[in-house]
């Protein structure tokens, strides 16, 4: 029973609780990293600006006030600015740990809102006009929430928090901070308690309204923009979707032509661990570093950098190549022989890469047109295979669906023949 509400609770709580991670969960998880440090950063200015502001509004006040008395007013707002420091270091010091965490942008605003309700209390309540800062929460939350509704949420919540304030200080549940340079005794008149509040309660609710209003269509427009593109923003290669376009039109031009095809799919081995134990940072470096050395070596099969073989980045940790030129070639037409030096050669080049210490394997699988599929989509569904195969043999290993076909036939691995034997195209 607890272990079913335990499990329950960390679904709830993040964003991918599973040991390995899909795409979709991979890419939750970096965006809201980004999400936190983006308010990790602004947070930074904001406490830069008010220590400016405070230091300012402190010499101001040295003509009208006394030092211990001006030291008084300002020890509980420099306390709640040293505590804001304290956790926005230690949200950017966990920021990998806490992305994991689906509230963890909403924790930190809710931590800053109380804070600034503290600096609207120990600056005259409904005097204060520390209150504004809570439009850039609104404007913060509008463009990084996945929801507008979380905007609305927050809005009604600072509502309240206000009206705690202002309201428990005109009927004398909380007692009033008077502050230097303060109006006098306005915080006991109801009129202006109301119309002040009814201001806020308005200029709070206008900037949520406009705030989701801007950003709902400029959001959305960028994630349109994302799902069209044709390259990977991580890696530079070309997108899945312009893969999987391009693999339909060369299929059929390949058919039309009578020539040859091939469609490799590359799976960097156990990568979830990788993310894991060394963070998605280190991940994300690491498959930069994969995607120019398979580029490099597709590349050795070109004269040109127009050639139509193309490498992509299909999902988080898996590649795709579609080979169809062998410019070294006298027809300039791939063979079987060509794609498995090809591959060998990009599997090496993976197992080779070290970053910081870490290295990685790959598992590849590949199918060829017209010989195994004759469809762009059955082309694909061969490859897979081949890639399945690769996998359940350990890894680190290349597979052709040929070999799937016929158990017996040998899968290409590391080390059966010299990879110099690439170079035979390079030499003529």
């Not at 890696?235 to 390949?254: D, H, I």
């Amino acid at each position: 029973m607890l272990s079913n509400i335990k499990n329950t609770f960390q679904r709830k709580i993040t964003l991918a609780p599973k040991e390995h991670q899909t795409q979709d969960e991979i890419s939750a998880i970096r965006d809201n990293m980004d999400r936190v440090s983006f308010i990790i950063n602004v947070r930074w200015m904001l406490v830069l600006v008010l220590v400016v502001y405070s230091v300012i509004g402190f010499i101001i006040h040295l003509s009208k006030n006394d030092f211990s008395t001006l030291a008084g007013y300002m020890a509980i707002p420099a306390n709640a600015l040293i505590l804001v420091c304290i956790y926005n270091y230690f949200f950017m010091r966990y920021k990998d740990v806490l992305a994991n965490i689906a509230a963890a942008n909403i924790i930190q605003l809710v931590l800053d809102s109380l804070v600034v309700t503290l600096l609207v209390y120990f600056s005259g309540g409904v005097e204060s006009w520390f209150w504004v800062i809570y439009l850039l929460f609104l404007f913060e939350l509008a463009a990084i929430a996945p929801r507008k509704t979380d905007a609305w949420w927050l809005a009604l919540g600072l509502i309240v928090l206000l009206g705690c304030i202002e309201w428990g200080n005109f009927f004398g549940i909380l007692p009033h901070v008077s502050i230097p340079l303060s109006s006098g005794h306005s915080w006991r008149v109801l009129e202006y308690v109301l119309l002040r509040y009814l201001w806020q309660v308005t200029v709070l609710i206008g900037t949520a309204l406009v705030a989701t209003r801007l950003l709902t269509p400029f959001r959305n427009k960028l994630a349109k923009s994302r799902n069209i593109a044709i390259l990977d923003e991580l890696t530079g290669l070309y997108s899945r979707e312009y893969f999987k376009r391009a693999l339909e039109m060369e299929s059929v031009r390949a058919l039309h032509d009578r020539r040859p095809v091939f469609v490799a799919l590359i799976d960097i081995d156990n990568f979830s661990r990788v993310n894991k134990i060394f963070g998605i940072g280190t991940g994300d470096a690491i498959l930069g570093k994969i995607a120019r050395a398979i580029q490099a070596d597709v590349e050795k099969f070109a004269k040109t950098a127009t050639t139509p073989n193309l490498v992509a980045r299909i999902s988080g940790e898996e590649f795709a190549i579609v080979f169809n030129e062998n410019a070294h070639a006298h027809d300039g037409q791939p063979t079987v022989e060509d794609v498995g030096l090809l591959l060998r050669a990009v599997s090496q080049s993976i197992a080779e890469i070290d970053y910081e210490g870490i290295s990685v394997t790959a598992s590849i699988g590949y199918a060829g047109l017209p010989q195994d599929a004759i469809e762009s989509d059955v082309l694909l569904e061969r490859a897979d295979e081949a890639l399945i195969s690769a996998i359940s043999q350990g890894g680190n290993t290349v597979v052709a669906f040929s070999d799937c076909v016929d158990e017996g036939a040998p899968f290409i691995g590391l080390g059966e023949e010299p990879l110099e034997t690439v170079s035979r195209y390079l030499d003529e």
